[in-house]
């Protein structure tokens, strides 16, 4: 069934986390400083750095929706060992790019380079459903999100605190730790994907962007779940687009305060994806811990929305972080309702979703954060975009309820019998 012995898969995970977690690392050391590097190459013009970023921040999906589906093919016909190193070799040369950057123009080039390489966590989604069992997959998936969580628990903090000595400095910093990731990976990550099991050939039809979510009409609760996956990642994109700008512009925040807050993110992050979801799912079963995903998150971005004061939207920050219940049991529940043979096409359809998520989330966010703080407007609300996050939760649960009310949950229950 898994692509190594089970006396390695233990082992394996352990490689996949740590190379995830210094992919992490170095994306969260410059979470802090890209947003205001952008903001000095505007001369202190919030709203055109929200666009700006906006712009970017597409820039970087659409090369995510083109590319993501070829890396997963080519992960499927050469394994997943060589896609996880190019992309963070990839990575590294990217930060290096925007370490140097004297314009927004490199910046710009920085984003494209990162978007066509940036496959790890793509490629760690498949990996982790070749060596974990069906019944202990939740788990497997909580694993990237702690992965996430832990680097940006310890990245935001390295990047506020270098960030204050120089705004270049955690570029270089993030490419050592992208580096240093593609040089462990290269020395000691196994490989998970046996060659008896890769495709024969290379298939362009699945290389297409738009053809890789055709698995998804293939069955209507698989469908229905991931249009709730889709919702949700959208709404909870307002925290990569907004937190910066949003801190700086409502609370004053400096560089070193938006780090920390950050890491604090991180490690809720941590707790929720290496303990809550497991016991979650023990006690509630999947749908059930999906639902609670949902309910909270759309609660803390509600608190965010409303928080006149910087207590309230600390406060927000434990209600949002349990999100995180919701990508795992959800993902498994889709797990549940393919193949065996399509798990490897259900992970690049995942992310072919999440690629055009990417692609709407940064506009939708920093446009509307720019335009409830325009000066010419004679109303501001600088918390619309918290809202409309919380709004998107709420559709999300309202269809999950519906979707998983019957259909799926049999189908699930069936699964895991067999």
């Known amino acids: 069934m898994n692509g190594l012995p089970a006396s390695k898969r233990g082992a394996a995970l352990l490689f996949i986390f740590i190379t995830v977690v210094l992919d992490m690392m170095a994306f969260g050391i410059i979470a802090p400083v890209f947003p205001k590097l952008v903001l000095n190459f505007q001369g202190g013009d919030a709203t055109r750095a929200a666009e700006i970023l906006g712009i970017f921040g597409t820039a970087f999906a659409v090369m995510q929706f083109f590319f993501s589906p070829l890396l997963g093919m080519l992960s499927d016909r050469f394994g ?3 896609v996880i190193l190019i992309s963070t070799f990839g990575l590294g040369i990217d930060y290096i790019i925007m370490a140097l950057a004297p314009n927004l123009w490199w910046l710009f080039a920085g984003r494209v380079i ?9 490629t760690a989604g498949a990996y982790i459903v070749d060596v974990t069992p069906a019944e202990k997959r939740a788990g497997g998936f909580g694993i990237i999100g702690a992965a996430f969580g832990i680097g940006f628990v310890l990245g935001p903090a390295l990047g506020g605190f270098f960030g ?3 705004p270049r400095l955690p570029f270089w910093i993030a490419a050592g730790f992208s580096l240093a990731g593609w040089l462990y990976g290269l020395l000691v990550l196994p490989e998970s994907l046996p060659p008896e099991k890769r495709a024969t050939r290379l298939s362009w039809a699945r290389a297409n962007p738009v053809g890789s979510l055709k698995l998804f009409a293939s069955h209507r609760a698989l469908l229905g779940l991931a249009a709730v996956y889709f919702i949700g990642y959208i709404g909870h994109l307002s925290l990569g687009n907004i937190w910066v700008l949003y801190a700086i512009y409502r609370y004053d925040w400096s560089q070193t305060t938006i780090g920390l807050s950050l890491a604090l993110v991180g490690a809720l992050t941590v707790v929720v994806s290496a303990l809550a979801v497991k016991r979650a799912v023990a006690r509630f079963g999947e749908r059930n ?3 609670l995903g949902l309910a909270f998150a759309a609660s803390g971005f509600v608190l965010f929305g409303f928080a006149a004061n910087v207590t309230l939207f600390w406060l927000g920050i434990p209600f949002m972080a349990l999100f995180g219940l919701m990508g795992p049991a959800g993902q498994t529940m889709m797990s549940h309702l393919v193949k065996p043979h399509e798990q490897g096409e259900l992970q690049g359809a995942i992310n072919s979703m999440r690629a055009i998520a990417m692609l709407i989330g ?12 325009d000066p010419h407007r004679a109303w501001q609300f600088p918390g619309a975009p918290w809202l409309l996050s919380a709004l998107l939760m709420l559709t999300a649960l ?5 979707v998983t009310r019957s259909a799926v949950t049999s189908v ?3 699964a895991q019998r067999a």
């Open 114 to 122: 990162s978007g066509i390489t940036a496959a790890s966590m793509t």
């Open 80 to 82: 997943r060992r060589p």
């Open 362 to 373: 940064p506009g939708l966010f920093t446009g509307t954060f720019a335009a409830f703080i």
């Open 412 to 414: 699930v229950a069936e």
């Open 398 to 402: 309202a269809l999950a309820l519906r």
């Open 289 to 291: 811990t999906m639902l």
């Open 164 to 166: 204050g000595l120089n």
